[in-house]
């Protein structure tokens, strides 16, 4: 069964940097995609940042040139960096990895960005 653990999260302050991470109990290479989703309240969950097996990446546009998705296949990690966060950042950050059509989900990490 295949297992992914984000950790990293915490409480940041406007203007400031955290960096989330996803390791899986399986190689990630065995993913066709792995990214990081979240959900505020009262929101539906939403797409952040994927990469492919082949690292091309896609950001959403709330987050585009202030986070960096990124892996290191010897680590089966997934990293997500992020900078410049906004109060508007603040939600569950969730680890997805996709192959073959079917979803694995991470059981999500809080980032709380407030003054």
């Known amino acids: 069964q295949v297992h992914l653990v984000e950790s990293g999260g915490g409480l940041v302050q406007p203007g400031g940097s955290l960096r989330l991470s996803c390791v899986a109990s399986t190689s990630i290479v065995w993913f066709d995609v792995m990214g990081w989703y979240r959900q505020a309240p009262g929101k539906q969950r939403e797409l952040v940042a994927t990469i492919t097996r082949d690292t091309r990446t896609n950001y959403a546009d709330p987050v585009k040139g202030r986070f960096a998705i990124s892996t290191v296949d010897a680590k089966n990690t997934v990293y997500l960096q992020m900078m410049s966060l906004k109060p508007e950042d603040t939600a569950v950050y969730y680890c997805?990895?996709?192959?073959?059509?079917?979803?694995?989900w991470g059981q999500g990490t809080q980032v709380t960005v407030s003054s």
């Open positions: 997805n990895g996709n192959t073959g059509g079917y979803n694995y």
